[in-house]
T-cell receptor, first 113, second 114 residues
Framework: EAQVTQNPRYLITVTGKKLTVTCSQN?????MSWYRQDPGLGLRQIYY???????DKGDVPEGYKVSRKEKRNFPLILESPSPNQTSLYFC????????????FGPGTRLTVL | AQSVTQPDIHITVSEGASLELRCNYS??????LFWYVQSPGQGLQLLLK??????LVQGIKGFEAEFKRSQSSFNLRKPSVHWSDAAEYFC????????????FGPGTSLSVIP
């Protein structure tokens, strides 16, 4: 089954404790992206990647890191999480580099205390 | 700056009634436009998209949208709403120099009265 998976689905952590949210897609997609969703703000793009070893900043990259060492995986790293990073995070992928239909993962609910 | 606005935060309609969700964008070049739907507790699913050509596009679940360049709008419509259409709806635009960024609007929450 074609899908985008994220782990964990729910995470409660404390300020400053490094964490990684994994994202994997099995559709051989070129483009992958991370978003955060906050009430009243919609989805805001954090980072995106157009191919292996090619990543770029979205609109809200501060406090986040990403890597794309393999085509299928695109982990999101929070080196020192803060409470303002409490949010719902979505990973997405699309076949083409230019904006195309994005397929979204189920989301990761992160709470930073 | 590139942006997407959805003027209606929340809309309530009766089942069987028609629906129009508004979307306005700000983008200098020809936009790539999308509508996504998010059911409660789920990820987002594409309803339809516009890249070029016919300005009236058909999507899944009986939805359609019309691109109006003069009004910078891409409104979503459905002639008869079903209770299962209750969800959050997001308009989005492909942006950036290579259309590699995606900007989402704040969303419109739709409630359907039986």
């Amino acid at each position: 089954e074609a899908q985008v998976t994220q782990n964990p689905r729910y995470l409660i952590t404390v300020t400053g404790k490094k964490l990684t949210v994994t994202c994997s897609q099995n559709m051989n997609h070129e483009y992958m992206s991370w978003y955060r969703q906050d009430p009243g703000l919609g989805l805001r793009q954090i980072y995106y990647s157009m191919n292996v070893e090619v990543t770029d900043k979205g609109d809200v990259p501060e406090g986040y890191k990403v890597s794309r060492k393999e085509k299928r995986n695109f982990p999101l790293i929070l080196e020192s999480p803060s409470p303002n990073q409490t949010s719902l995070y979505f990973c997405a992928s699309s076949l083409l580099i230019a904006p195309d239909t994005q397929y979204f993962g189920p989301g990761t609910r992160l709470t930073v205390l | 700056a590139q942006s997407v606005t959805q003027p209606d935060i929340h809309i309530t309609v009766s089942e069987g009634a028609s629906l129009e969700l508004r979307c306005n964008y700000s983008y200098g070049a020809t936009p790539y436009l999308f509508w996504y739907v998010q059911s409660p507790g789920q990820g987002l699913q594409l309803l339809l998209k516009y890249f070029s050509g016919d300005t009236l596009v058909q999507g899944i679940k009986g939805f359609e949208a019309e691109f109006k360049r003069s009004q910078s709008s891409f409104n979503l419509r459905k002639p008869s709403v079903h209770w299962s259409d209750a969800a959050e709806y997001f308009c989005a635009v492909g942006a950036g120099t290579s259309y590699d960024k995606v900007i989402f609007g704040p969303g419109t929450s739709l409630s359907v009265i039986p």
